[in-house]
T-cell receptor, first 113, second 112 residues
Framework: DAGVIQSPRHEVTEMGQEVTLRCKPISGHDYLFWYRQTMMRGLELLIYFNNNVPIDDSGMPEDRFSAKMPNASFSTLKIQPSEPRDSAVYFCASSLAGYNEQFFGPGTRLTVL | AQSVSQHNHHVILSEAASLELGCNYS??????LFWYVQYPGQHLQLLLK??????LVKGIKGFEAEFIKSKFSFNLRKPSVQWSDTAEYFCAVRGSQGNLIFGKGTKLSVKP
């Protein structure tokens, strides 16, 4: 199994631009999670899906952030417009049944100038 | 709300020293507990997990953790650390809806 796949691995953009992060979960997993990691705030859960349906988006910082999961094998996290304070590493993770371990992707390092 | 506390922000040890990282959780019901490790520049990987049964859990790379229900604790231990154990360690508890609630993490630096 290829594991959780995220793209791009690195993204550098300018303030005000739209950013789209992508995630492909492990095949067969029914839970998908988006996290953000910064030095100041540590690892924060942004949103998670069960069977493609968003369950809890209370961690999404503001309306500039949105996430979708159009099918079981693909999810996006979009930031529009981006701001320098959005600079972080964004991780996607997936799990089976929600009660088991989460498998993390390699992360996307986002830098907003 | 459920929460996880990791009391040590940064631990510095010499090789061969013993390690114990503290983790306390707030949830009082049935718990599923995890320790993840993040090596520099890499993603989180599972070290070990506790769901039920023997409260002493063995993980990969010689790590173990003990679940003490009365203390709401799930401390991570290793008898003899190596330089390659330098990483950040995260304790987590499973939330009521399948999500994981992570602690702030503990950075471990092992001096050769």
């Amino acid at each position: 199994d290829a594991g959780v796949i995220q793209s791009p691995r690195h993204e550098v953009t300018e303030m005000g631009q739209e950013v789209t992060l992508r995630c492909k979960p492990i095949s067969g997993h029914d839970y998908l999670f988006w996290y953000r990691q910064t030095m100041m705030r540590g690892l924060e859960l942004l949103i998670y899906f069960n069977n493609n349906v968003p369950i809890d988006d209370s961690g999404m910082p503001e309306d500039r952030f949105s996430a979708k999961m159009p099918n079981a094998s693909f999810s996006t996290l979009k930031i529009q417009p981006s701001e320098p304070r959005d600079s972080a590493v964004y991780f996607c993770a997936s799990s089976l049944a929600g009660y088991n371990e989460q498998f993390f992707g390699p992360g996307t390092r986002l830098t907003v100038l | 709300a459920q929460s996880v506390s990791q009391h040590n922000h940064h631990v510095i040890l010499s090789e061969a020293a013993s390690l114990e990282l503290g983790c306390n959780y707030s949830y009082g019901g049935t718990v599923n507990l995890f320790w993840y490790v993040q090596y520099p520049g890499q993603h989180l990987q599972l070290l070990l997990k506790y769901f039920s049964g023997d409260p002493l859990v063995k993980g990969i790379k010689g790590f173990e953790a003990e679940f003490i229900k009365s203390k709401f604790s799930f401390n991570l231990r290793k008898p003899s650390v190596q330089w390659s154990d330098t990483a950040e360690y995260f304790c987590a508890v499973r939330g009521s809806q399948g999500n994981l609630i992570f602690g702030k993490g503990t950075k471990l630096s092992v001096k050769p």
